[in-house]
């Protein structure tokens, strides 16, 4: 089974710094891997996903992400954080074949100090 | 935005009443799923579904039931409703290949 570790249920950090937001996963498989945010009250946006090709991937909003098989990880990254970054993000996997569902972590709020 | 829309978006009902959430795409995907979300635990799976009338179970499936009898619509009902089950619910709907998509999400009040 799939599963995902987010270390840190809240970070902060100051403006125009960098953001790093954790994610480790675990699978019996290659993994499709993805990165989720949440502003409040909404529903779930797609910042990223590794689906297998370069393994830096980037996103929107200038999101980017790296995913390390030696490490079993796929951390966020931003260089330098704004208000607007302020929401929960949220690391999910499933295997890169199948139609298996995604599998979510707890989830990072993150809270930008101005 | 992905063509998912869920209604309502906000319901409060009575312990031990039914209750179904309604989702609906214009998307034509195949799979589609409930997902309930609470402090804590992230988004858990609660069903999913690939295909008319195929439906298959989450993590969290007890005392929740599902049908799909058309592609664009996937109902979660909520047989007895219990005070633990006051959440936000999300639909998503995927190809079956990469990401999902999500609805806005209905927050559901069991008092």
């Known amino acids: 089974a799939q599963s995902v570790t987010q270390l840190g249920s809240h970070v902060s950090v100051s403006e125009g710094a960098l953001v790093l937001l954790r994610c480790n996963y675990s699978?019996?498989?290659?993994?499709?891997l993805f990165w989720y945010v949440q502003y409040p009250n909404q529903g779930l946006q797609l910042l990223l996903k590794y689906t297998s090709a370069a393994t830096l991937v980037k996103g929107i909003n200038g999101f980017e992400a790296e995913f390390k098989k030696s490490e079993t990880s796929f951390h966020l990254t931003k260089p330098s954080a704004h208000m607007s970054d302020a929401a929960e993000y949220f690391c999910?996997?499933?295997?890169?074949?199948?139609?298996?569902?995604?599998?979510f972590g707890t989830g990072t709020r993150l809270t930008i100090i101005p | 935005d992905a063509g998912i829309t869920q209604s309502p978006r906000h319901k409060v009902t009575e312990t031990g009443t039914p209750v179904t959430l309604r989702c609906h795409q214009t998307e034509n995907h195949r799979y589609m799923y409930w997902y309930r979300q609470d402090p804590g635990h992230g988004l858990r799976l609660i069903h999913y579904s690939y295909g008319v009338k195929d439906t298959d179970k989450g993590e969290v499936s007890d005392g929740y039931s599902v049908s799909r009898s058309k592609t664009e619509d996937f109902l979660l009902t909520l047989e007895s409703a219990t005070s633990s089950q006051t959440s936000v619910y999300f639909c998503?709907?995927?190809?079956?290949?990469?990401?999902?998509?999500f609805g806005q999400g209905t927050r559901l009040t069991v008092v």
């Open positions: 699978s019996s498989v290659p993994p499709y």
């Open positions: 999910a996997v499933r295997k890169n074949f199948g139609n298996e569902k995604l599998t």
């Open positions: 998503a709907i995927s190809t079956g290949f990469a990401e999902a998509f």
